[in-house]
């Protein structure tokens, strides 16, 4: 009788551990890389780093939406994102089609597009929207200071 007991417990941990040895790491999505703020595009860079940065920041990127600094006002036009895809020197973004009449500034003017936004990445932490009239300049990650 003794034997089952200590049988028991150790039968029932054996799937635990042999599937945590077997478990994937989770891969993120391809955008993964540009979670944050970013601080350009429109203006030139002045702060990266701390308050300074992030009192100027022109675009933020999530997993599922992207907001960007509007010049009419002082709300963030939201978009929300359809798909990535990864390119050779970044990423292309399909936004999710705005019904109706689209406000001003809802896209980046990127090839007469609203709903498309290239990205390409020139370092770690600087990035260029190129062909997007609206951001022509580089935008830099901004950091915690």
């Not at 054996?14 to 999505?29: H, K």
């Not at 689209?102 to 390409?120: A, H, K, Q, S």
Request: net charge positive; with cysteine.
């Amino acid at each position: 009788m003794l034997r089952r007991r200590t049988l028991i417990p150790g039968l029932l941990a054996a799937p635990a551990l042999i599937s945590t040895g077997l478990a994937q790491p989770r891969q993120g999505p391809p955008h993964e890389w540009m979670f944050g703020s970013w601080t350009g595009g429109i203006f030139p860079v002045v702060d990266t780093e701390g308050p300074g940065c992030f009192g100027n920041v022109a675009l933020i990127i999530m997993r599922d939406l992207i907001m960007r600094v509007s010049s009419l006002d002082f709300a963030y036009r939201q978009r929300a994102i359809e798909t990535v895809a990864l390119t050779p020197d970044g990423l292309e973004f399909r936004l999710i089609p705005v019904p109706g009449r689209p406000m001003p500034e809802i896209g980046f003017g990127c090839d007469g597009n609203p709903d498309l936004l290239r990205v390409t990445r020139r370092g770690p932490d600087e990035v260029l929207l190129p062909g997007c009239v609206e951001f022509p300049g580089v935008l830099r990650r901004c950091k915690a200071g």
